[in-house]
């Protein structure tokens, strides 16, 4: 699109991806020092296999090269939508488990929560940039799961945490292909659709 | 009938003379060399706790025709350890490649057989041809919190043994080390040397996948290393080299994100710049000749005596005033 390419809106693509870039490996590190201080505080096993748990958006991706701009940005967007209500989910039952929220662990989620809604905001910007319309969120977040057993709760936190941490490597990725100059055709995968 | 026998190192080996039966007369040989008799019961060659210099081959001939009734090649050796196993990834995001080796040899023929499973998928690790222990695979999928499990079986006449990998996508990222290093001294600069490298070659996206530098450099007469990290750009200016003093210079790289260390680049050397040797002009020359014998006073390059706008002379030789009057005052004692 005409506006999308000008060279204004090609340094603010840039200027928010490179900050997105921050926030994303920022995100990061903070969700890596969290998983690890989940693993203890949880008793849990950090070699542990998680199985897929319904409503955790899986970063697994195939032909990750070959996805176009705007793909890019819809999955993540999706994706830290979900995490965002996960964590609030994860909050809510330290709270319930706990009776308050726990100094370490509860601060360290709600920190990682605040820079999730951050960042999903910081791609809906991007989207809007690319003046794509922005999804609406689907109800009101992930299904209401059948009753879970603590365990059960723990094991599905630590597969939640361990899919952000992946996640929010994908995104720095993602943004670093999203900032490279998109070519004058439209055939390449930048932010323009592949035909 | 030739065939192969396989036996283990420490064994006790009995052969028969094919069809022969046990109370024929027969003469054995090693190699075409006749064996004692006293190897033998009957017919049969008994070989007691047999070492690797056995190997070799054995036949059998009728007593009194020397026709060859059997022959077999004897190959002594061991069932094989436990392999040693090692994958990583040098060109992500592109695959993997695994390698291995025995940690002793067995000394007769080994088949490895490798199995690669990331969650419930079977992947293929393709032989490559050179090295003959080594394949690689694809990455089919990215960003993936599934382990992947990689198994080597080795297996030989004489016994089978296996090894077990199982790793995160993301922690086996190491680069190859970075490639054509170069240093150079810094005209006019005595403590700067420039450092300059390049991505390595194996590494195939660095726009989408950067990585970043670790720099080491000493003098050759000191042990200790100096370390600066880079996270992005090819080249880094030093600033505290010792002036006149060799520096030997390594890269390190590594993923932006992910994975560990490249091993140290090649090693190159660079001096800093130094100031050329000044030629002295004719007094100079005499005065220098006169005090020559005894002692003279020459400051090393390295050493300030004096700045700049203390010279006096020119051209090839600008000798400033301390060192003029010292060295006036050497060739005064020694007239």
């Given at each position: ?119 999903a905001y910081h791609l809906e910007e991007l989207l809007r940039l690319e003046s794509r319309g922005i999804p609406g969120e689907e109800g009101d977040g992930p299904p209401p799961l059948p009753h ?42 930048g932010l323009a659709e592949s035909p | 009938d030739s065939h192969i026998q396989y036996e283990r190192v420490g064994a006790d080996v009995t052969m028969k003379c094919g069809s022969m039966d046990w ?313």
């Amino acid at each position: 699109m005409a506006a999308a390419d000008s060279p204004s809106a090609a340094l603010r693509r840039r200027d928010l991806c490179s900050r997105g870039i921050r926030l994303a490996g920022k995100m990061r590190a903070d969700v890596v020092d969290l998983l690890d201080a989940y693993v203890e505080q949880q008793g849990l096993d950090a070699s542990a296999s998680v199985a897929a748990v319904e409503g955790v958006p899986l970063a697994a991706v195939e032909r990750w090269d070959e996805q176009t701009g705007t793909q890019r940005l819809l999955e993540n967007l999706a994706a830290y939508r979900a995490f965002r209500a996960l964590l609030a989910q994860m909050l809510e039952e330290q709270r319930e488990q706990l009776g308050e929220v726990d100094a370490g662990l509860g601060h360290g989620l709600a920190a990682v929560l605040l820079q999730v809604s951050a960042f999903a905001y910081h791609l809906e910007e991007l989207l809007r940039l690319e003046s794509r319309g922005i999804p609406g969120e689907e109800g009101d977040g992930p299904p209401p799961l059948p009753h879970l057993s603590l365990f059960e709760q723990k094991l599905r936190g630590l597969g939640v945490l361990r899919e952000l941490a992946q996640w929010a490597l994908r995104s720095v990725r993602d943004l670093r292909q999203l900032a490279k100059p998109s070519p004058a055709t439209s055939g390449a995968p930048g932010l323009a659709e592949s035909p | 009938d030739s065939h192969i026998q396989y036996e283990r190192v420490g064994a006790d080996v009995t052969m028969k003379c094919g069809s022969m039966d046990w109370d024929a007369a027969v003469t054995w040989t090693a190699n075409g060399t006749d064996i004692d008799e006293s190897h033998l019961n009957g017919s049969y060659l008994i070989l007691k706790n047999v070492d690797l210099s056995q190997s070799g081959q054995y036949s059998c001939y009728e007593g009194s025709s020397w026709h060859l009734k059997y022959q077999t090649y004897l190959r002594v050796g061991t069932p094989p350890k436990e392999p040693v196993l090692m994958c990583r990834s040098n060109n992500y995001p592109k695959g993997f490649y695994c390698s291995w080796h025995l940690p002793t040899p067995t000394y007769i023929p080994n088949s490895f057989n490798i199995s690669v499973i990331h969650g419930t998928k079977d992947m293929v690790c393709e032989k490559d041809a050179v090295p003959k222990n080594r394949c690689h695979i694809r990455y089919l999928q990215l960003f993936s919190t599934v382990k992947y499990k990689v198994t080597l079986t080795v297996t030989n006449a004489l016994g089978k043994n296996f090894t077990t990998l199982t790793f995160d996508e993301f922690a086996i990222v190491k680069p190859d080390p970075p490639e054509s290093v170069v240093a150079k001294p810094v005209p006019n600069n005595p403590r700067r040397l420039e450092v300059s490298w390049q991505n390595p070659s194996s590494w195939p996206d660095p726009e989408s996948f950067p990585l970043k530098f670790f720099l080491r450099y000493r003098p050759l007469i000191l042990d200790q290393w100096q370390h600066v990290e880079l996270s992005d750009g090819t080249s880094h200016t030093i600033t505290d080299a010792y002036a006149g003093k060799e520096y030997i210079i390594q890269v390190a790289a590594k993923d932006n994100d992910i994975g560990t260390w490249s091993d140290w680049s090649v090693a190159v050397h660079a001096t800093p710049w130094t100031e050329e040797p000044k030629h002295l002009t004719t007094e100079a020359q005499i005065t220098e000749t006169t005090s020559a014998s005894t002692s003279s006073f020459m400051a090393p390059p390295t050493t300030k005596i004096c700045d700049k706008g203390a010279m006096v002379g020119s051209g090839a030789m600008a000798v400033c005033w301390t060192a003029g009057l010292v060295m006036a005052a050497y060739s005064v004692l020694f007239i």
